[in-house]
């Protein structure tokens, strides 16, 4: 059974920058065929797929976000990291981390396995 945890601040000021780790059990993130996604979800977006990490370590990322955002991986921890660096109030959100399926078309299509979310709120 793949797990998956969110770990990180619930509160962020704006201008700051969100760090947010996730922490995989039950399969590792240098497995063959799988990306590990960050999604979030606003009321006034929906589900929106912010980036992912490869297998391989390479990285993905939204084309709106790619001027500052930033995944890392820790393969000894088998973990993954999202930093979004001088958020503003648009960014809160609940952030997911999730094992994408991927495919032909690339990360940010299919999820298996998600982590449960934690609330990020970007706030003075």
């Known amino acids: 059974q793949v797990q998956l945890q969110e770990s990180g601040p619930g509160l962020v000021k704006p201008s700051q920058t969100l760090s947010l780790t996730c922490t995989v059990s039950?399969?590792?993130?240098?497995?063959?065929?799988?990306?590990w996604s960050w999604i979030r979800q606003s009321p006034g977006r929906g589900l929106e797929w912010v980036g992912a990490?490869?297998?391989?370590?390479?990285?993905y990322y939204k084309t709106s976000l790619k001027s500052h955002i930033s995944i890392s991986r820790d393969t000894s921890k088998n973990q993954f990291s999202l930093q979004l660096s001088s958020v503003t109030p648009e960014d809160t959100a609940v952030y997911y981390c999730?094992?994408?399926?991927?495919?032909?078309?690339?990360?940010?299509?299919?999820?298996?396995?998600w982590g449960q979310g934690t609330q990020v709120t970007v706030s003075s």
């Open positions: 999730a094992r994408d399926i991927g495919g032909v078309a690339g990360p940010g299509r299919e999820y298996d396995y």
């Open positions: 039950g399969d590792s993130i240098t497995s063959t065929n799988y990306y």
């Open positions: 990490i490869a297998y391989d370590g390479s990285t």
